[in-house]
C-alpha cells in the first residue's frame, strides 16, 4: 500500500521534474556595491564578469589564496555599481567575510541582503518571469534540472505553481549530483573534484585570487585524486540517512576509497540514490560497499 507520504514525494517529484513546482531555496544574499565594486569583484570570482550586464547572472567560485574553495557563489547585477552574491544558507558570513578580507582601500561595501530565493522548477516553467520589485530571475540548468530562482525581497511564484517539500527537492539534487556547500563543498575542496570548473571558471580572464592552482590542475588534465560520484543502493529498505558519512571500500577491501556526502530515496531511480567522492582508482560503473550496504557508483547525473 502506498503511504500517503509516498504519494506526497512522487507528485512533488513530479511537479519539479515534468510540471511547474516551487521551492523556497535557502539561500543567504550579500549586497556588494560601491564605486569599485565591479573591479574588486572581477578580482576575487572565479568567473568573468566583465560583460555582466544589469540583470545577468553567473556562477563563480570564491577561492582561497591556495585554490581550496571557500564557497560556490552566484553573482548577479543590479546596477552600475552594484551586485548581489548568492550562496547556500549558512554560508553568507564566511563568503562576506572572504570578500572582505582583501578589500583593502577598495570603496565597495559587503553586507547582508534580506531577500528570499523562490526556485521554479520543471518543465512548465513560463519562457518569460517578471522579476521580484529591485530582484532578479536567475536561469537555472544543471545536469537536465531546469527553470529559474527568483531573488528579491517576497518572490511570489506564478500561479499553478505547486509547493513542494524538502525530500523531492533533495531527491532531484541527489539524481542530478548538484554538490551543496556543507555537504559536497567545503573547506578541502577542489573546483575539479566537484566537476565545477566548467561552470564557474573563466580561462580567459584577467589574474584573481586562488587562480594558480585552478591553472595548473586545468594545464595537467583536471587529474585529481578523487571525484564526485553517484550511487545506486540496492538494499530496497536501507535507510539514507543512516549512509551520509559512511565510508566507501571495493568489495573485498577494507582500505576506504571515498565517503558518501548525500543520500536521499530518488523516484527517478526508484531506489536510494547517494552523492560520494571517490578515489580515481575506481573505474565508473563499478561496484562499492556503502558501510558494508552494497551498492553501484556511476557517473553523474544519475538520472
Known sequence: MTLPEDAV???DYAALRHGLAAYRRPRDVLSVAGPDAAGYLQGQCSQDLSGLAVGDVVDALLLEPDGKLAALVRVGRVGDDAFVVDTDAGVGDLAAARLARFRLRSKV???PLDWACLALRGSDVPA????PA???????????????DLLGPDPVPPAGARPVGDAAWEAVRVEAGIPAMGRELDEKTIAAEAALVDRTVSFTKGCYTGQELVARLDARGNKVARRLCGLVVDPPGTDPSALVGADLTVPGGDKPVGSVTSAAWCPGLGAVGALAYLHRSVDLPGRVLAGGVAAE???????
Open 9 to 11: 514525494l512522487a507528485e
Open 109 to 111: 561595501d559587503v553586507a
Open 128 to 131: 518569460a518571469l517578471a522579476a
Open 134 to 148: 529591485g530582484g532578479l530571475v536567475a536561469p537555472f540548468d544543471w545536469n537536465g534540472v531546469t527553470g529559474v
Open 297 to 303: 557508483a556511476r557517473p553523474l547525473p544519475l538520472v
